[in-house]
């Protein structure tokens, strides 16, 4: 699929909500909103599990946006990702941070798209995954797409690959690079052009460590090229 394409889906998608969310109220804290969930069967156990996002509700996190294009109003709520178990007498839950997923927008980049959109976070394979797009309406014409995929180790969830693309929307140029931290090898495709014609030139590399990285202990709001590189995803 095109890189032009797959910016159109994006920003076609709306929040996954995936039927009733009444189930999932007590799992909300007072003053926050359910925005999207997903369910499927994380632990391998035949039980279905549930990955929520929230979103505060305060008005005190939103900042009239004067000086710059995008939003009138910048949403700076918070966003909490909350992992649930299923039992055979209903959810437990098993994780939560309010300080993973990027909020509606950012202050400092006021034109820049929400980057988890519509569809970020999702259950394929019976893997975790995180889904980060970095697109902007001013200043730049480079776009960023980012997957984090996890897999759960007991009440943990342990990053396994990291997929990350990058697009000229001036040029068309791209290239990516992905990384299977179980085999520990990254793999680099460069040369590409979605515009034209390209000879894509395909590398491969060992990783130079063995460390293993959790969602508990993670951020993914970080120098993401340097820190699958060097193996220190920062937090």
């Known amino acids: 699929m095109k890189p032009s394409l797959i910016l159109l889906l ?3 998608a709306t929040p996954a909500f995936a039927g009733d ?4 109220s007590e799992w909300i804290p007072k003053g926050w909103k359910l925005i999207a969930h997903t369910s499927g069967d994380l632990n391998r156990d035949g039980l279905e599990d549930a990955v929520l996002v929230a979103e505060q509700t305060d008005p005190a996190n939103f900042r009239q946006n004067r000086e710059s294009p995008g939003a ?10 909350i992992i649930l178990f299923g039992t055979p007498g209903g959810f437990r839950k098993i994780f939560g941070r309010d300080d993973l997923l990027p909020s ?5 980049v006021p ?11 999702s259950i394929k394979r019976r893997n975790l995954v995180i889904e980060l797009h970095t697109w ?3 200043g730049s014409y480079g776009v960023t797409h980012e997957t984090f995929t996890f897999r759960p180790e007991g009440a943990r969830f342990r990053l396994i690959g990291y997929d990350r693309s990058e697009f000229s929307r001036s040029s068309g140029e791209q290239s990516e690079f992905s990384i299977n931290y179980l085999a520990g090898r990254k793999k680099i495709t460069k040369e590409l052009n979605a515009f034209g014609d390209s000879k894509p030139k395909v590398s491969w590399e060992k990783l130079s460590f063995q460390r293993r990285f959790y969602l508990d202990d993670m951020s993914l709001d970080c120098d993401a090229t340097g820190q699958a590189q060097t193996g220190n995803w920062c937090r």
């Not at 969310?21 to 999932?24: I, L, N, V």
Request: glycine share 8%.
């Open 10 to 12: 994006f920003f076609l």
């Open 21 to 24: 969310a009444r189930p999932f």
């Open 72 to 81: 009138s109003a910048l949403n700076l709520n918070p966003r909490s990702l």
């Open 104 to 108: 509606e927008h950012d202050e400092e």
């Open 111 to 121: 034109c820049l798209a929400d980057r988890l959109g519509g569809s970020g976070v």
């Open 136 to 138: 902007l309406s001013c």
